[in-house]
């Protein structure tokens, strides 16, 4: 849908000021008209337009002198504009507005390239071309759409690491006299594919094509752009620039830059045969808006065909350098932008690097301990569309193989496909995902056989594993304890109130910790610094501020020194020596007074000023929260697919009471889903979401920005807190309340909710009743858990409505994304949460 609608946005050569965009020349071959015809850019058009203004100005002076004359004149003129603009409208224009255009490859066998083929005003060039369009134009001449076929334009023949010619080439169809077009993929390449004859005595994939020998495997088409049409079959365009790498290794630098005009420009990039393309980007400035005005596209072929996208950037990237690899000996970059200010920036260079086989066999030379790393192949550049790695372990018993991976874990594959990649160890699959912590991997088997395959849509980020043979009957050492994630933690680290083992394993299912008043041992996590006084000498509750070593349970100022205090932020004392916990604390107030939600009531009007309605094509979809002026906080699971992480089509309503009578609206001009969110089991089910419009500062009481907990923030078990939104009241039926709901619901013990749900990860946390009744229910997810701190009385975004079994069933809690465990990565994108305003 995005597509299209880019479709339809580009701009036509002609209005189009971008850098790399200039007067179009076309070769192409209409179905009637076999030999290539020159055609020039409609800037003529333009031209002549100016010309007939000219003489218009002169003929009105000539002709001043009778009124009559000249009112018949305009007149006369004013039928010719109106009837000439109904007929562009209607007949001329209508054309080009049902223009589909098909963007695809196929592979010659057995004809040679040669390096005439590369410069496409050569003899051989246009020969071949001439060749190749010859038949595609009987091909489809003669097809199902003979009617709808326009005409096909070989856009570029190239070598490659399979040998024969690589054919790229554009077909367009033109659908008259219809409003809607439907695109099939499948249908236009299926004209293609069954023209092939192929033997059925020998059975290769080279077939012939009108007596072209096609490989029946390297077909794709696909639907395609316009502006890419205009831009890339083309034989003269400037916006196509074609750089090729002759030496292996040898990097080819890759510079583009510019502060005004929109962007419209294409990389072609090639290198010698038996190569393939490394492509490290050093710098990118494009603006983040989901892909709406800018993107950079990395395709793995010459033209940009979009199942061959290795890589789509809607924003530059965290850290520099990244690199990508072909599949093949080319690559394609599309850099685009339709804003006329701002820099747009690429800088990089790419290499030929040899094609490489990862297979690899490791044996542990009598009983030596086995240790180094995998990695994925091309490591560390993103791995490519197609690859495959195989390592062979041999150990010796009792020894098994341990994988330990940094920023990536493997589960067991369901009937879900893998998006980053999967693996087959020792016949049993699995699927790789990206988190962000250590796991550990262990394989109880002295003979290991891995299979790791790139998947997925993209090109995805590279992992390293370290491996080591352990124990099989003691995967950790003595005093040492496993968890979940593989991982060994001291036993004293177990049930610590700390998650060391990056899944909480270590700390489900302890029991209370003793209290300890007495003595100068330290006092356990759960009971020290919380706020309450735990002890009767209040001895929990003492040197709260002192500076003590960084976890992730100390709160940490600005200046990087940690404190123990949990709840140090915006309580109203400074607690930080550099006052930093008391900034930016102008957030989660709100006036006193005196439900998807099930079992609430109606909220005041102004009660939860930091409520947000999205509506998603003009109808109430998911609930977010205010947490500055710009930026709102809402769950991932909204925005999946392509139609829903599209920011134009939603609305955020904000400082509304009844659904319709929003005090401020706002398009959304950017919606960032979290990197690691997990559709299987919703973890990490957050994302920022920045308007285009941000609020004003009146009406103040109705919008007000709710405060964001620090990663330290520790709300106990029982706490009230409340859940609020426009969703269903009741898990069965349409019953969506037009009044804001608001219920009151206990934080959930992690254990309990676990023992109830099963996985439950540590970005997750519950809350409700366990006697069901009060919950959040469809149409609430993204929308607050708001919890009021003790102390300072500030309200806290805790949780974001996230999933449920059903809504409101007895001892199946509300499930929230934990937002204290995202304080850094809101903090990362969100550059100016709200200023202090020296609150007490
Ligand atoms: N995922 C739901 C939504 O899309 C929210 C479900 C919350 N369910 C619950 N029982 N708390 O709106």
């Given at each position: ?520 041992s330290p006092h356990h996590h759960y009971f020290s610094c919380d706020g309450v006084k735990d002890c009767e000498n209040g001895t929990d509750e003492l040197n709260c501020t002192d500076s003590v070593p960084c976890t992730n349970i100390t ?49 005041k009007d102004g009660e939860w000023p930091w409520q947000v309605s999205l509506h998603f094509s003009g109808s109430p979809y998911c609930g977010a929260s205010v947490i500055t002026k710009e930026w709102l906080l809402s769950a991932g699971h ?203």
């Amino acid at each position: 849908m995005a597509e299209n609608k880019d479709c339809e946005q580009s701009t036509k050569p002609e209005d189009d000021p971008g850098v790399c965009v200039s007067e179009i020349s076309v070769y192409m071959n209409n179905v009637d008209g076999i030999s290539p015809v020159k055609r020039k850019s409609p800037r003529i058009t333009t031209k002549s337009k100016f010309l007939q203004k000219c003489r218009f100005g002169e003929m009105t002076e000539c002709f001043f002198i009778n009124k009559k004359i000249i009112l018949l004149t305009l007149l006369l003129l004013v039928i010719v504009i109106i009837t000439w603009t109904l007929l562009w409208v209607f007949v001329l224009r209508s054309p080009n507005n049902n223009a589909l255009y098909f963007a695809g490859l196929f592979r010659i066998a057995d004809v040679e390239f040669i390096p005439e083929y590369r410069r496409k005003d050569s003899p051989e060039f246009l020969y071949m071309a001439d060749r190749v369009q010859q038949v595609i134009n009987n091909v489809y001449g003669k097809s199902l759409f003979s009617k709808l076929y326009k005409q096909s334009t070989i856009s570029d023949l190239s070598d490659n690491n399979y040998g024969g010619v690589l054919v790229h080439f554009w077909i367009v169809f033109v659908v008259p006299n219809m409003k809607t077009l439907f695109a099939c993929e499948d249908c236009v390449s299926a004209v293609l594919k069954d023209s092939i004859q192929t033997s059925l005595v020998n059975r290769t994939s080279i077939g012939y094509l009108l007596g072209l020998p096609v490989d029946m495997d390297s077909i794709v088409v696909n639907v395609g752009l316009r502006s890419d049409y205009f831009a890339t079959a083309t034989t003269d365009s400037n916006s196509v620039i074609a750089k090729h790498a002759e030496q292996s290794g040898v990097p080819v630098a890759l510079n583009f830059s510019t502060s005004t005009g929109r962007v419209n420009c294409h990389f072609k990039l090639t290198s010698l045969l038996g190569h393939i393309i490394r492509l490290s980007l050093t710098a990118l400035q494009i603006e983040p808006d989901n892909c709406v005005t800018d993107s950079l596209h990395i395709y793995d072929s010459l033209m940009p065909i979009r199942s061959r996208n290795l890589y789509r950037a809607c924003e530059s990237f965290g850290s520099f350098p990244v690199s990508f690899v072909s599949t093949g000996n080319g690559m394609f970059l599309s850099l685009k932008s339709l804003r006329v200010h701002g820099k747009k920036e690429i800088k990089g260079y790419f290499e030929a690097i040899p094609k490489k086989k990862f297979e690899n066999t490791i044996l542990s030379m009598d009983g030596m301990r086995l240790e180094g790393n995998i990695t994925s192949p091309y490591y560390p550049s993103y791995y490519p569309l197609k690859c495959s790695s195989t390592w062979i372990f041999k150990t010796s018993t009792p020894f098994g193989l341990a994988l330990k991976f940094q920023n990536y874990t493997l589960k067991e594959k369901g009937f879900e496909p893998c998006d980053h990649g999967w693996w087959k160890i020792n016949e049993k699959m699995y699927c790789g995902y990206q988190i962000d912590y250590q796991t550990v991997f262990h394989i109880a088997n002295f003979l290991v056989s891995i299979t790791f395959q790139c998947s997925g849509k993209q090109s995805s980020k590279a992992f390293l594993a370290e491996y080591s043979s352990y124990n099989i009957s003691q995967p950790c050492p003595n005093g040492y304890y496993v968890c979940s994630t593989g991982l060994c933690i001291r036993q004293s680290q177990r049930c610590d109130g700390s998650d060391d083992c990056f899944d909480e394993s270590d700390e489900v299912f302890c029991s209370l910790p003793p209290k300890v008043c007495n003595t100068s041992s330290p006092h356990h996590h759960y009971f020290s610094c919380d706020g309450v006084k735990d002890c009767e000498n209040g001895t929990d509750e003492l040197n709260c501020t002192d500076s003590v070593p960084c976890t992730n349970i100390t709160y940490k100022c600005k200046n990087n020194v940690c404190i123990q205090k949990k709840n140090a932020k915006c309580d109203g004392t400074i607690d930080c020596l550099d006052g930093s916990d008391e900034m930016s604390c102008d957030c989660g107030n709100k006036i006193r007074h005196g439900s998807r939600i099930v079992g609430g009531s109606n909220a005041k009007d102004g009660e939860w000023p930091w409520q947000v309605s999205l509506h998603f094509s003009g109808s109430p979809y998911c609930g977010a929260s205010v947490i500055t002026k710009e930026w709102l906080l809402s769950a991932g699971h909204c925005f999946q697919g392509e139609k829903m992480s599209d920011p134009r089509p939603w609305i955020a309503h904000l400082g509304m009471h009844t659904q319709g009578n929003a005090k401020f609206k706002s398009e959304l001009k950017r919606i960032l889903v979290h990197e690691y969110y997990n559709g299987r089991n919703f973890d990490y089910d957050i994302s920022l979401l920045k308007l285009k419009t941000p609020w004003p500062d009146r009406p103040t009481a109705t919008i007000q920005p709710i405060c964001v907990p620090s990663l330290a923030q520790m709300v106990p078990n029982g706490e009230r807190c409340w859940v609020t939104g426009w969703g269903q009241k009741q898990e069965r039926g349409n019953s969506d309340p037009t009044v804001l709901q608001q219920a009151e619901v206990e934080i959930i013990n992690q254990s309990l909710c676990r023992s109830a749900y099963g996985l439950i990860t540590p970005r997750m946390m519950c809350a409700g009743l366990l006697s069901g009744k009060r919950d959040a229910c469809r149409g609430d997810s993204g929308g607050p858990l708001s919890c009021q701190e003790k102390v300072g009385g500030r309200w806290f975004l805790t949780g974001i409505v996230s999933w449920g079994h059903g809504c409101g069933r007895p001892h199946f809690p509300g499930v929230y994304t934990r937002v204290s465990k995202f304080a850094t990565w809101i903090q990362q994108h969100v550059s100016a949460l709200p200023k202090t305003d020296g609150v007490t």
